[in-house]
């Protein structure tokens, strides 16, 4: 259940804000015959120096265009002058609380992926790569689990989506991570070239070889990757 805090006229007002709340519905002034909205405005600094999200929304009887400005400005979610709509207040009240979980959630959920890629560096080597959602944690755990089985694994994905990387740790979290590391780009490769990439060439062998030509499975022998 939300927590809203609603200050006004209150001796209280010192030792509200150790309270664990949700909202603050704040007034601008607090002492008798008092309109600045100076009070109000300090007791908003105060609040955000302790505790920067929390929305807060500001009422009072003496609206200042210019104080309103500056405070939302500063971070207040809202300005209302009294006497205020309710339906509006409630709205606003309504929306700010549903923002605020979703923020907390979504938080949470951040904080929750950062221990589990620090769990999986701590675990694997994961040759630099840095990445920051979950999908990409998903892959990376499998390329690190599948390493460790003395299997082929093929690796697919459109151009640029990162399977070199996926590969370099594959190999790194091997049996044969002390051994080469071979890539080819056979699209690059006109299709005359590609036997003699691949498997090598005697000099000779075509327009231009002037000497033999190792191909990049003698490059990689004993290695899975390629």
Same mark, same amino acid.
């Given at each position: ?66 104080? $309103?400005?500056?405070? !939302? #400005?500063? /971070? ?12 509006? %207040? ?10 605020g979980q979703t923020q907390r959630d979504l938080q949470q959920r951040r904080g929750n992926e950062r221990r589990q890629q620090r769990a999986i560096a701590s675990q694997y080597d994961l040759c630099g790569m840095v990445f920051a959602d979950s999908a990409t944690e998903r892959v990376v755990t499998m390329a690190c689990q599948v390493a460790r089985a003395p299997v082929p694994v093929l690796i697919r994905g459109a151009n640029g ?10 190999? $790194?979290?091997?049996? !044969? #991570?002390? /051994? ?12 005359? %070239? ?33």
């Amino acid at each position: 259940m939300p927590t809203v805090l609603v200050i006004d006229d209150n001796p209280a007002v010192a030792s509200a804000l150790e309270v664990d709340i949700d909202l603050v519905i704040q007034d601008m002034n607090f002492s008798a015959d008092t309109t600045s909205g100076e009070e109000g405005v300090m007791l908003f600094g105060a609040i955000r120096a302790q505790q920067p999200d929390l929305p807060v929304i500001l009422l009072t009887a003496w609206t200042h265009l210019e104080s $309103a400005v500056e405070l !939302v #400005r500063a /971070g207040a979610a809202d300005y209302l002058a009294k006497p205020w709509d309710d339906h509006k %207040l409630m709205a606003t009240v309504t929306n700010l609380l549903e923002l605020g979980q979703t923020q907390r959630d979504l938080q949470q959920r951040r904080g929750n992926e950062r221990r589990q890629q620090r769990a999986i560096a701590s675990q694997y080597d994961l040759c630099g790569m840095v990445f920051a959602d979950s999908a990409t944690e998903r892959v990376v755990t499998m390329a690190c689990q599948v390493a460790r089985a003395p299997v082929p694994v093929l690796i697919r994905g459109a151009n640029g989506s990162g399977k070199e990387c996926i590969a370099r740790i594959v190999q $790194a979290n091997s049996s !044969v #991570r002390d /051994g080469p590391f071979v890539t080819v780009n056979c699209g690059a490769l006109p299709a005359e %070239l590609i036997e003699a990439e691949l498997f090598g060439a005697d000099a000779g062998a075509y327009t231009g070889a002037n000497k033999a030509r190792e191909g990049k499975f003698d490059a990689g022998a004993g290695n899975r990757t390629l």
